[in-house]
C-alpha cells in the first residue's frame, strides 16, 4: 500500500495552524481533486466550500493549469531570480498590471501571501527614505487583521493569538479599531451601514504619532481569516482620505480578496478606491503553485529608478521570486479565468449566493451572518467555556458529511472556487442546514 493511501507514521510532519496530536489521532486527508470535489483517501467525496484556503478559485485539477505545470517542468524548470530572468516571468507580469487599477504598472514576485505583505512593507519603507523622508518608519495595521505570519505581518496584523508568542515583533507599530459591530450591524447583507466613522480612528492615532511619522496604512478591504468583516460602506474611502491628506501610502492585503472572490479581479476595482501597493498570492496560481505579487503604483517603482544604471535599486527578493513554474502555472491561471469569466462571476452569483446564506439565519446558535461576493460567514454562539468548540464540531460533522467548510473562533466562512454551479450552492447549504440542525 502506497503512502498516499495509508501513510504509517505521522509523527515527523509538524502541520501548520493544526491540533497535530487531534489531527494524528484521527487523520482527515485528501487524496485527489477535480473540479468542485475532493476524494478522501476512503473514498469520499467532500464538496469544496473553502476553495482549499481561499485560493483554488478556478476549482481542482483544471487541464490548462495542470498541462502548462507539466510542461513547464520538462522544458525550463528553474532560471536564477538576481539579475537573470525568462520571458514567463515578464510575460505574466504584463497580463498581472493589465488587470490592477489605473497606474498600479509594476509587480514584485514573491512566494506567498506573508513574503507578500513583508515585501509591501519593505517597499513603503524604502519608499520614503528614497523620497527624502526617512523619519516615516510606523506602520499601522487593524485589529483582528491577518497579514500571514512572518515578522512585518505578525506585527501590522491584529489576532491576538498570532502575536502574543513572539516578543516585541516591529516597534513602530499602532493599529486602527476593528469594523465588527454585530449590535449595529448583524444579519446585514453585504456592506453594512454603521461602522464608517471608525476609519475616523486613523485621524487621532497619526495625529499622535505626528503624521510625518507614518509610512504606511494596511488593511485587508474584506478581512477574511479573522472570520470575514465587510467594511461599511464609505469606510474605505474615508481611509484613503485620511492617507491622502497626510501622505501615507495605502496598502490593501488583496491576498483573499484578489483574483475574483469578490466580483471584480480585485477589491480595490469592486471598492472603487485605489491603494498604493496591494499584495496578492493564492488566486494567482489557483493555489497550485506558491506565488505572490506585490503590485505598486508607477510613482513609487519610479522612486527607486535613481542612481547609477549598474546599482541595485531595491536590495530585496527570493530565490524563487518568478520562478518559471509558477509564471507558467500563473500565466495559465489567467486565462482560465479569462476563458470562463471567472474575475466577475461572484458578482452574478452573489445575489442567489446570499439568499441561500442568510436562509439559515433560523438554525439554532446563529448570531450573524455576513457576506459579500462569493464569500460568506455565519457566527455561532460559542459553547459558554469552551469558545470555537461548537464550530470545530460543525467542521468535523460537514467533513463527515460532505462538506469542506473552514471556522475560525465560533465563526464558519465560506468561499467555493468560482466555477461554483447554482445546484452546488444548493447541495453546499443543505449540507451545512443539516449540521447545523445536528446538536453540535
Ligand atoms: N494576507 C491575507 C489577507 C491573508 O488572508 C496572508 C496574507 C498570508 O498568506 P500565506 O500565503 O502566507 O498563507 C493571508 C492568508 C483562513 C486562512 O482559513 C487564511 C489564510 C491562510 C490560511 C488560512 O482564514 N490567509
Ligand atoms: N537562508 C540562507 C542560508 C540562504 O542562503 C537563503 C537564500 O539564499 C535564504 C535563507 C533565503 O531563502 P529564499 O530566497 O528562498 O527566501
Known sequence: MSDRVAPNNLEAFWMPFTANRQFKKAPRMFASAKDMYYKTVDG???LDGTAGLWCVNAGHCRPKITEAIRAQAGELDYAPAFQLGHPKAFELANRLV??????????FYTNSGSESVDTALKIALAY?????????FRLIGR???YHGINFGGTSVGGIVSNRKMFGTLLTGVDHIPHTHLPEKNAFTKGQP???ADLADTLERIVAL???????AVI??????????LIPPKGYLQRLREICDKHGILLIFDEVITGFGRIGAPFAAEYFGVTPD????AKGLTNGVIPMGAVFVKDEIHDAFMNGPEHMIEFMHGYTYSGNPIASAAGLATLETYQDEGLLTRAKELSPYWEEQLHSLKDCPHVIDIRNLGLIGAIELEPIAGEPTKRAFSAFLKAYEDGLLIRTTGDIIALSPPLIISKAEIDELFDKLRKVLMSNI
Open 98 to 107: 493589465d488587470l490592477a487599477p489605473e497606474g498600479m504598472g509594476h509587480v
Open 277 to 280: 501597493i496591494m499584495t496578492t
Open 209 to 215: 504619532h505626528d503624521p510625518s511619522t507614518v509610512a
Open 193 to 195: 451601514d454603521h461602522g
Open 143 to 145: 485589529e483582528r487583521a
Open 44 to 46: 469520499r467525496t467532500v
Open 128 to 136: 520614503h527614505r528614497a523620497n527624502g523622508q526617512g523619519e516615516r
Open 219 to 228: 488593511v485587508e478591504p474584506v478581512a477574511g481569516s479573522t472570520g470575514v
